[in-house]
């Protein structure tokens, strides 16, 4: 039986000018690509505007918001969000933090979530990185409360989407944001030496709208705060939305029990509107913290 070569099939040729983005054979001819991402290649349809790799991954990159049936109706009415606080974790820390210490009695449901595609995603844990990377969550008996556990990975053309889709789904009027994010010991940067026993610790930045009184001393130049606890910083400055980022410097990466107890004075103080798990079970702290999978090429 004579051997068959893949490369010289149709289908492998339309999907490899599907990829490149051109037509390697016929530079000159139209590119055919899927109608959608769910059929097959025998169900290609022709199109007369060339796709280049920069247009197809400009419509990947885009940043998705899916509610649940109930919020998308009252979004599509015309109806924003009635929420008084907002909450955001950015990182493995923080996010495991809300889910031992908040998350984990039945008071909340997922009621939505922000698909985001880009050159570092990927899929955990058996499921799709976009199906549990970032969450949000709203409280049964208080609606007005709304959590955010982000996990991925968000590039720098997508933070400004991501911040304006969200914030543009929720109301401004007595608003107040907080954010949990996380840091490496080895971004922050002092005068004085910084013992291993120092981390981890907490320090703040807010906007000129904040008007309570920080958990900890504030952020001290040349220090920044970075990514998307930045960009929704900037948004609620410039939007005049009470906003506090509280960013965790710690010596250890990945869900640390230490690094996580550092947040408890920051949602403590946010007592009148949730009740934290205090302290959370063995099993549930369990779940978060062991070692994770995660993408590094530093040894030490």
């Not at 919020?71 to 015309?78: K, R």
């Not at 907002?86 to 908040?102: D, E």
């Not at 997922?110 to 880009?118: F, I, T």
């Not at 969450?135 to 709304?146: C, I, M, Q, T, W």
Request: charged content about 20%.
């Amino acid at each position: 039986m004579k051997p068959f070569n893949l490369s010289k099939s149709k289908d492998f040729q339309r999907c490899h000018h599907l990829r490149t983005g051109r037509n390697q054979r016929e530079p000159d001819t139209p590119i055919n690509y899927l109608k959608n991402s769910s059929q097959k290649c025998s169900s290609w349809k022709k199109c007369n505007q060339k796709v280049t790799p920069l247009m197809w991954e400009k419509q990947t990159r885009e940043v998705n918001l899916l509610w649940s049936p109930e919020i998308l109706q009252s979004l599509t009415s015309g109806n924003k969000l009635q929420c008084s606080d907002f909450i955001l974790a950015v990182g493995h820390n923080a996010a495991s933090f809300l889910s031992a210490y908040v998350l984990s009695s039945s008071n909340w449901d997922a009621v939505g979530r922000a698909s985001v595609w880009n050159e570092r995603s990927r899929a955990v844990a058996g499921q799709s990185s976009e199906d549990s990377a970032c969450v949000f969550y709203r409280h049964k008996d208080n609606p007005s409360v709304l959590i955010c556990r982000v996990t991925c990975y968000i590039a720098e053309d997508q933070l400004f989407q991501w911040a304006e889709k969200v914030f543009d789904c929720v109301q401004h009027r007595g608003l107040n944001v907080t954010v949990l994010s996380d840091s490496s010991v080895a971004d922050y940067k002092t005068e004085n030496y910084l013992s291993s026993s120092s981390a981890p610790f907490l320090r703040s930045l807010h906007t000129t709208a904040f008007s309570d009184q920080p958990v900890c001393q504030s952020l001290e130049q040349p220090n920044i705060v970075t990514g998307l606890p930045a960009a929704v910083l900037n948004h609620c400055q410039v939007h005049c939305i009470a906003a506090a980022v509280y960013q965790c410097y710690s010596d250890v990466i990945g869900p640390d029990s230490v690094t996580m107890e550092t947040y408890t004075p920051v949602l403590t103080k946010l007592g009148k509107v949730m009740q934290l798990v205090q302290p959370p079970s063995t099993d549930v702290l369990s779940k978060f913290v062991r070692s994770t999978d995660i993408q590094s090429n530093l040894y030490i």
